[in-house]
C-alpha cells in the first residue's frame, strides 16, 4: 500500500534556492566591488538648495506712512533680487524679510528686535526720524548695521547705521541758498512749514541758522501733527505772514492735505511756491497733479534725469514691477546702499558687521543712477547731488538746478551744532556743548 | 506628515518613483532570501498550504485595496480641492482689480498697483514658501495694506457708492478664498492613515513569502506586486501635499493674471 501522499510534492528540477541565494551572493560580491565605478555621480538627485542669508527691510507697508515706504520696499527688494539673479552674495543667497512697522514707533522696535534675533545680516529700513532713533539702539545692542535711505536732519551719527539720505548741508542750506540767489528768485520771506517731529524741527532749527548768517529771519514756522490734513489754518498763516516762499518738512499723506488746502485757498505756485524737502515721484501719484504743478521740490535725484545709467535703472526697476512705477530720491538712495553693503561684503569677504565697518574704512564707491555716490567713512554718509525740480501736470519734475558735484556730508553743521563732529576711522563723535533745537536762534 | 519628509519631494518625480519601487522589490526580495526560510516552516506541513494563503491574501487584498483606493481619491480630492481654492482666489482677484480701475484717479492707480504688488508677490515669495511647506506671512500685509488703501476712498456718487459696495464684496471674498489657501499649504494626510498604509503593504508581502514557488518564480512574481504596491505609495506621496510634487497647484493662475495686468 502505498504510503500517504506528502503535503508537499517535490518542486521540479531548476533554479534550486541554494543555487539562487549563491548566484545572488556572487552579484552581489561583484557589484560590491564594481560599485564605485559603475555609480559614480548617482545620487537621490535632490537638487543642492543654495545657502541662504537673511536680510531685513523694516519699511511701513501699511499707516500714514505707506505712501512713501512701500517704494523703498520695492526697490530694496529689486537690488536684492538683482543680486541673487548675479549669483548672490559670497555664494548665498539674500532672503529678503519684510514685516510690517505699521508706521508705528513702538512696532519698528519690535519689528527690528525679531529681525535681528532672527539672525538677518543687516537691515535696511526706516523712513521718519522718529522710528529710525526708535530702533538705533536696538542695532547698536545687536552689533548689527541700518541702513538708512531717507534724507534727514543731521545731528546724528551711530557706529551702527550707514545713511544713504542727504543731511542738511546736502538739502536744506543749499535749497536756502538757492531761494536767496536770482535763479531761485530772490526770495527774502521764508516760511517754515513741517510736520510735528524730529526732522522737521531739526531740519528747520539749521535752516534758521543758516538765515541768521544771512540777516535773515523765517517769515513764521508752523508745526502740524504726523499725518494731520488739515492744513487750512497753516496756510492762513502764511497768507497773513506775506511770505514768499514756502520751505516745506510735510511729511507722508500729510502733504494731500497741504496741496488741498493751498488750492482751496487759490495760492499761485508762481508767487508763492512751496518747495518741499519730503515730496518726490511716489508721493506725486496719491495727488492731485492740478494742486502740485508749479510747486519745487528739493532731491538728489528726480526721475526725469537723463542719463544713459538713469535710464536703464528706471527700465530694470519697470520691467519687474510695472511700467507705471515711479522712482524717486529715496528709492534712488535705498538702492546704493543695498549695492554699497555688497560692495562692503565683498571686500570684507563675510558678513561680520565689524568686517563689513572696517570695508567701509578705505571708502566705497559705486555709479548710482542719479551719478556717482560714495560713502564717507569718517560720517557714514553718502555725497549727494543738489537738485530743484519744479512739479509737471504728468507727477515728473522738471530739473531747474543741479550742483556741479556731489556735496560732502556733514551731519553736524557747525552753524548749528558747534563743536560737535565726527570721524568713525578715528575715535567716534566728538562732542559740542548741548544744543537744543527749540531754542531761541 | 511632518515637514521633516520635505526633502522626499526635492528627488525628481521619475527617481522618486523608481525609488519608491526600488524599495518595495527591495524589501520582498531580501525578505525572500532571509526571513522565508524561517515563515515557511510554519506552513510546510500543512495540506494545500498555497491554496488558504491564497484565500487568506485575496481576503486580506479587498479590505487593503479598498483603503489605498479611498485613500488614493481622498489625497486627489485634497489637492483638487487646493487648486480651486487657488483658481477662485486668482478670479476673485481679478474681478477686485477690474472693480478698482473704474475708481477715479489717483485711487485707481494706487489700489491696481497694490494688487498687482501682491500678485507678484505670491508668484516669486509666497508660492516657493508653499512649495517648502511653509505658510507664507508676507502676502497677509499686502492685502491688509490693499484693504486700508480702498477704505481711504470715499465715493462722491452713487455710481461710485455701488461700485465701493461691490469692490468691498470682492475683497471679502478674495480674503475668503486666500485664507483658504494658505489653510491647504499644510494639509496632509494624518500619520495614522500611513502607519496603517505601511502595515497593510507589509502584511501583503509577508503573506507572499508563504508561497511555495520555485524561487525564480516567486521573484518574478513577487516583484510585480511589491513594484505596483511602490507605485501606488508613490503615487500617494506625490498627491499628499497640494503644492509639493509632481501632481501639484502651480502658480499659472496667478501668472496669466499677472501678466493681464503688466499688459495694461
Known amino acids: 500500500m502505498p504510503g500517504p501522499a506528502s503535503p508537499n510534492p517535490p518542486r521540479p528540477t531548476g533554479l534550486s534556492r541554494r543555487r539562487a541565494v549563491a548566484r545572488a551572493a556572487a552579484t552581489c560580491a561583484a557589484a560590491r566591488v564594481l560599485a564605485p565605478g559603475l555609480f559614480v555621480g548617482c545620487s537621490l538627485g535632490i537638487p543642492p538648495r543654495a545657502k541662504t542669508v537673511p536680510v531685513g527691510l523694516l519699511h511701513s507697508q501699511t499707516g500714514t506712512m505707506a505712501i512713501s515706504a512701500t517704494a523703498l520696499r520695492d526697490i530694496d527688494l529689486h537690488a536684492i533680487e538683482q543680486i541673487n539673479a548675479g549669483g548672490g552674495l559670497l555664494g548665498c543667497q539674500l532672503e529678503a524679510r519684510a514685516p510690517d512697522p505699521r508706521s508705528r514707533p513702538d512696532l519698528f522696535v519690535k519689528r527690528a528686535q525679531q529681525l535681528l534675533e532672527g539672525g538677518v545680516a543687516a537691515v535696511f529700513g526706516c523712513w521718519t526720524s522718529t522710528s529710525r532713533k526708535a530702533v538705533l539702539p536696538v542695532f547698536e545692542e545687536h552689533k548689527k548695521l541700518l541702513f538708512y535711505a531717507v534724507p534727514y536732519e543731521g545731528n546724528e551719527s551711530s557706529k551702527y547705521c550707514v545713511y544713504g539720505g542727504g543731511v542738511p548741508n546736502?538739502?536744506?542750506?543749499?535749497?536756502?541758498?538757492?531761494?536767496?540767489?536770482?535763479?531761485?528768485?530772490?526770495?527774502?520771506?521764508?516760511?517754515?512749514?513741517?510736520?510735528?517731529?524730529?526732522?522737521?524741527?531739526?531740519?528747520?532749527?539749521?535752516?534758521?541758522?543758516?538765515?541768521?548768517?544771512?540777516?535773515?529771519?523765517?517769515?513764521?514756522?508752523?508745526?502740524?501733527?504726523?499725518?494731520?490734513?488739515?492744513?487750512?489754518?497753516?496756510?492762513?498763516?502764511?497768507?497773513?505772514?506775506?511770505?514768499?516762499?514756502v520751505l516745506s518738512t510735510v511729511n507722508g499723506d500729510s502733504n494731500l492735505g497741504l496741496f488741498q488746502a493751498l488750492t482751496d485757498a487759490k495760492v499761485d505756485p508762481e508767487k508763492l511756491p512751496v518747495i518741499s524737502t519730503s515730496i518726490a515721484e511716489d508721493e506725486l501719484r496719491s495727488m492731485m497733479p492740478q494742486q502740485v504743478r508749479g510747486h519745487l521740490a528739493v532731491s538728489s535725484y528726480f526721475q526725469s534725469l537723463d542719463t544713459a545709467a538713469n535710464r536703464e535703472w528706471i527700465n530694470g526697476f519697470r520691467r519687474e514691477f510695472g511700467s507705471d512705477r515711479v522712482t524717486d530720491d529715496p528709492m534712488e538712495s535705498g538702492w546704493c546702499l543695498v549695492h554699497l553693503w555688497k560692495a562692503a561684503v565683498e571686500k570684507a569677504g563675510t558678513f561680520e558687521t565689524e568686517a563689513v565697518r572696517q570695508a567701509f574704512v578705505d571708502g566705497l564707491e559705486l555709479a548710482g543712477p542719479g551719478g556717482p555716490v560714495r560713502l564717507d567713512p569718517k560720517t557714514q554718509h553718502c555725497t549727494k547731488y543738489f537738485r530743484v525740480g519744479r512739479i509737471r501736470l504728468d507727477r515728473q519734475f522738471d530739473i531747474i538746478h543741479s550742483s556741479d558735484a556731489p556735496i560732502e556730508p556733514d551731519p553736524y553743521p557747525q552753524i548749528a551744532f558747534p563743536g560737535w563732529s565726527c570721524d568713525w576711522t578715528k575715535g567716534g563723535i566728538t562732542r559740542g556743548p548741548e544744543v537744543s533745537i527749540d531754542g531761541d536762534i | 506628515m511632518s515637514t521633516d519628509w520635505f526633502w522626499i519631494y526635492d528627488i525628481p518625480t521619475a527617481r522618486l518613483a523608481l525609488l519608491s519601487i526600488a524599495l518595495f522589490v527591495g524589501v520582498y526580495w531580501s525578505g525572500l532570501i532571509l526571513v522565508r526560510p524561517f515563515l515557511r516552516p510554519l506552513?510546510?506541513?500543512?495540506?494545500?498550504?498555497?491554496?488558504?494563503?491564497?484565500?487568506?491574501?485575496?481576503?486580506?487584498?479587498?479590505?487593503?485595496?479598498?483603503?489605498?483606493?479611498?485613500?488614493?481619491?481622498?489625497?486627489?480630492?485634497?489637492?483638487?480641492e487646493a487648486g480651486s481654492n487657488v483658481t477662485r482666489e486668482a478670479a476673485a482677484l481679478s474681478a477686485l482689480y477690474e472693480d478698482v480701475s473704474r475708481y477715479p484717479e489717483p485711487h485707481a492707480q494706487n489700489l491696481r498697483w497694490l494688487l498687482r504688488d501682491y500678485t507678484r508677490y505670491v508668484i516669486k515669495y509666497a508660492w516657493p514658501l508653499q512649495q517648502r511647506g511653509v505658510i507664507p506671512q508676507e502676502g497677509t500685509i499686502r492685502a491688509e495694506a490693499f484693504h486700508d488703501k480702498l477704505l481711504d476712498f470715499q465715493p462722491q456718487t452713487p455710481a461710485q457708492e455701488i461700485l465701493h459696495a461691490e469692490a468691498l464684496r470682492q475683497l471679502n471674498h478674495f480674503l475668503e478664498c486666500r485664507r483658504m489657501r494658505l489653510f491647504s499649504v499644510k494639509s496632509a494626510l494624518p500619520a495614522s492613515m500611513w502607519y496603517v498604509m505601511l502595515l497593510g503593504a507589509f502584511f501583503t508581502i509577508l503573506l507572499c513569502w508563504l508561497f511555495d514557488m520555485t524561487f525564480v518564480a516567486h521573484l518574478a512574481l513577487g516583484g510585480v506586486l511589491a513594484s505596483y504596491l511602490g507605485t501606488m505609495m508613490y503615487l500617494i506621496v506625490d498627491m499628499n501635499q497640494p503644492f509639493r510634487g509632481d501632481v501639484s497647484i502651480t502658480a499659472e493662475a496667478f501668472e496669466t493674471l499677472y501678466a493681464r495686468m503688466n499688459e495694461e
Open chain 1, 170 to 245: 546736502q538739502q536744506i542750506t543749499p535749497a536756502i541758498d538757492w531761494l536767496l540767489s536770482p535763479n531761485g528768485g530772490s526770495k527774502k520771506k521764508i516760511f517754515l512749514l513741517g510736520s510735528d517731529y524730529v526732522f522737521p524741527r531739526t531740519a528747520n532749527f539749521v535752516a534758521k541758522k543758516h538765515l541768521a548768517t544771512k540777516n535773515l529771519r523765517p517769515a513764521g514756522e508752523v508745526y502740524l501733527p504726523l499725518g494731520d490734513r488739515d492744513f487750512s489754518a497753516a496756510v492762513q498763516q502764511i497768507l497773513f505772514s506775506k511770505a514768499d516762499c
Open chain 2, 43 to 80: 506552513v510546510r506541513n500543512i495540506r494545500a498550504a498555497n491554496d488558504i494563503v491564497g484565500y487568506i491574501l485575496s481576503c486580506f487584498c479587498v479590505f487593503y485595496g479598498l483603503l489605498l483606493g479611498l485613500i488614493a481619491v481622498t489625497a486627489y480630492q485634497n489637492v483638487s
